[in-house]
């Protein structure tokens, strides 16, 4: 059993900052990428920033330069670091993991459960 926990749900004003962070536990054998999508209301769920076990990452174009993602492998933690926070970036924020849960098993993909996050104007 992987359960993916997030923490740091918030309500900030426009130009503020909120972490979300990410805790994998369970049978884990290796975690491959971890990373943030998003899902406003009446959208589809988007990447918001992903990074892999060598400590590479990628980014929505929209939250460059304000959003650092950061992984500690030892933990099997993620956490979103978010700047200049927008009024459009209200959504529910989900981690997510690619893993193997056994050495000669096939990766797979598991979800949080979502933590709101809401900016005001």
């Known amino acids: 059993q992987v359960q993916l926990v997030e923490s740091g749900r918030g309500l900030v004003q426009a130009g503020g900052s909120l972490r979300l962070s990410c805790a994998a536990s369970g049978s884990i054998f290796s975690i491959n990428a971890m990373g943030w999508y998003r899902q406003a209301p009446g959208k589809q769920r988007e990447l918001v920033a992903r990074i892999t076990s060598g400590g590479s990452t990628n980014y929505a174009d929209s939250m460059k330069g304000r959003f650092t993602i950061s992984r500690d492998n030892a933990k099997n933690t993620v956490d979103l670091q978010m700047n200049s926070l927008k009024p459009e970036d209200t959504a529910v924020y989900y981690c997510?993991?690619?893993?193997?849960?056994?050495?000669?098993?096939?990766?797979?993909?598991?979800w949080g459960q979502g933590t709101q996050v809401t900016v005001s104007s």
């Open positions: 997510h993991a690619v893993l193997k849960i056994s050495g000669w098993g096939p990766e797979r993909s598991y």
